[in-house]
């Protein structure tokens, strides 16, 4: 039983490229949560989404970000032009239902995205 | 704004010590209070809390929430050198969102 899987492990991108972050939440389990944690710090809500379904993207920036989570597929996080400051672990979740219905969060490894 | 503040940031013991990590919060719509462990790869679920006085145990690992004081305390005893990790809670403040602290770095040294 497969846990969350997220690729690549490491990301490395020139400032101006862009980064592709993948998620394939647990079986069974159709809610995806993206996380960003910077050092020092917590880890900071991004998208809640549910297939085909973008629920809240509040923590998202509204430029360069994207995320979806297609019928057939992983989730994926996109980020365009990426800056220096978008270094960071990128942490996928996922969940049987939604955190509201206090169901806990089982996270992938996530991606460590290098911004040179 | 919602804060989810915990302490100590880091803490260094002794194997066989005993710790105790501290998470207060201040949120609207509380639902419930995780932790979570987290070592170099991804966070595992450790507990969730969501009615007062109550503790739940785990092995050495023990957790209770007090929702009137707004805090939760995970307690670690007989420490371990495995048990050094970064110690996330977590509050779940409405259907989809969660607010996480910065996290408590325990090192166990031998």
């Known amino acids: 039983n497969a846990g969350v899987m997220q690729n690549p492990r490491h990301l490395v991108r020139r400032r101006g490229q862009e980064a592709r972050l993948r998620c394939s939440p647990m079986?069974?389990?159709?809610?995806v949560y993206w996380y960003r944690q910077l050092p020092e710090e917590g880890l900071k809500f991004m998208v809640y989404l549910q297939k085909e379904n973008i629920i809240d993207e509040s923590g998202m920036p509204k430029e360069r970000f994207s995320a979806e989570f297609p019928k057939e597929g992983p989730s994926i996080l996109r980020i365009q032009q990426v800056v220096r400051g978008d270094s960071a672990a990128y942490f996928c979740?996922?969940?049987?239902?939604?955190?509201?219905?206090?169901?806990?969060?089982?996270f992938g490894n996530g991606t460590r995205l290098t911004v040179t | 704004e919602d804060k989810v503040v915990q302490s100590p940031l880091s803490l260094v013991v002794h194997e066989g010590d005993t710790v105790t990590l501290n998470c207060s919060y201040e949120?609207?719509?509380?639902?419930?209070l995780l932790w979570y462990k987290q070592e170099k790869k991804a966070p595992t679920f450790l507990f969730m809390l969501t009615s007062s006085g109550i503790e739940k145990k785990s092995g050495r690992l023990s957790s209770i929430l007090d929702k009137k004081e707004l805090f939760s305390i995970l307690n670690i005893t007989a420490t371990q050198t495995g048990d050094s990790a970064v110690y996330l809670c977590a509050v779940g403040v409405n259907n989809n969102d969660m607010r996480f602290g910065a996290g408590t770095r325990l090192t166990v040294k031998p």
């Open positions: 979740a996922s969940s049987p239902q939604s955190t509201g219905m206090n169901s806990p969060l089982h």
């Open positions: 079986k069974g389990h159709s809610h």
């Open positions: 949120v609207t719509n509380f639902r419930s």
